[in-house]
């Protein structure tokens, strides 16, 4: 009489599983210094994130684990291991895709829930629909490469792959709806998760009174490059009110505003999308008037209360 070899089949495929369900929970939640940054492209970020403001968060709070997306996690991180199997890629530069950092900012707004609120409601939380199939804006410039320098970072093609601009401005459409509902401009436009920050360095309220010396270092993430540059070691640039120059605040927040609300080749204060203070407000911090992240202005305007 025939044994049912069924049983012992399940209970082995069953153990088989729990060992690498086990393992993989064990790596998870092991020291990053003896699982991620054992790998050759990943130990840098490892090195940056022991200085961050991050230092204390696991790796998989922000990355997410294989299982964390469901299939599309799964076989992002089975081509992961089947690259480094097969295809033997020593490639040190690393970069997210716009989907991958999209979905590290939904990270982000699970422990920076008052941050994420006022980016909302905030002019910065603009999908690309609203920057590029804006008619009143288009009637008057067309859409170009450099658009993309400030909304749209992280996209991965050109402004011809994210729209068609053939015929007149009534007629131009984006070509991928997906594409068209993604923020523009997301937290990691001028944040960078790994930016040096030590506990030992950090500031206190006492030590300044501006907000921006008080808060882990910004980052403008350039799109040409591929890279982030703490806005503290940016160029300040001289601009000009007919042939005076401007008082201008060098502060790191005020740097890193200016990047993209910036005068045209000419350095002219107000000319193409420039907020540069002036008159009584000329040196001041954007951060003095505006709340970082909602951009609302609470300094200047309180507001008012009615009985």
């Not at 709070?61 to 299982?67: E, N, Q, W």
């Not at 799964?74 to 999209?102: C, G, P, W, Y």
Request: aromatic share 6%.
């Amino acid at each position: 009489m025939k044994k049912n070899k069924k049983p012992v089949f399940f209970i082995a495929a069953a153990l088989i599983m729990l060992a690498l369900l086990g393992g993989y929970t064990t790596w998870n939640y092991a020291d990053p210094v003896n699982t991620c940054a054992g790998c050759h492209e990943v130990s840098p970020s490892h090195a940056t994130w022991l200085q961050s403001a991050h230092a204390g968060v696991r790796c998989i709070d922000c990355h997410g684990t294989a299982l964390s997306s469901g299939l599309h996690s799964l076989k992002e991180k089975s081509a992961m291991v089947i690259t480094h199997l097969f295809d033997d890629r020593r490639n040190m530069d690393i970069r997210l895709t716009e989907e991958q950092m999209l979905d590290v900012v939904f990270r982000c707004a699970v422990c920076h829930r008052a941050e994420h609120a006022g980016w909302q409601e905030s002019g910065h939380a603009l999908t690309y629909r609203e920057v590029f199939m804006d008619a009143e804006h288009n009637a008057a410039e067309k859409p170009y490469a450099d658009c993309l320098r400030c909304h749209g970072m992280f996209y991965e093609g050109d402004v011809h792959t994210l729209m068609s601009l053939e015929g007149e401005p009534g007629e131009w459409h984006m070509k991928d709806e997906k594409q068209a509902e993604r923020p523009a401009i997301t937290c990691l436009s001028c944040h960078e998760i790994h930016s040096p920050n030590p506990v030992s360095h950090r500031k206190t309220p006492a030590d300044s009174s501006s907000l921006s010396d008080k808060a882990p270092y910004t980052a403008l993430y350039v799109r040409a490059d591929r890279i982030h540059l703490r806005t503290d070691l940016l160029t300040p640039v001289t601009m000009m009110q007919g042939d005076s120059v401007i008082p201008a605040s060098v502060d790191p927040a005020t740097l890193l505003c200016l990047q993209c609300h910036a005068p045209n080749s000419s350095h002219k204060a107000g000319s193409s999308d420039d907020r540069t203070p002036l008159g009584i407000h000329a040196g001041k911090s954007c951060l003095d008037c505006h709340s970082a992240h909602s951009m609302r202005t609470p300094r200047m305007h309180p507001p008012v209360h009615t009985h």
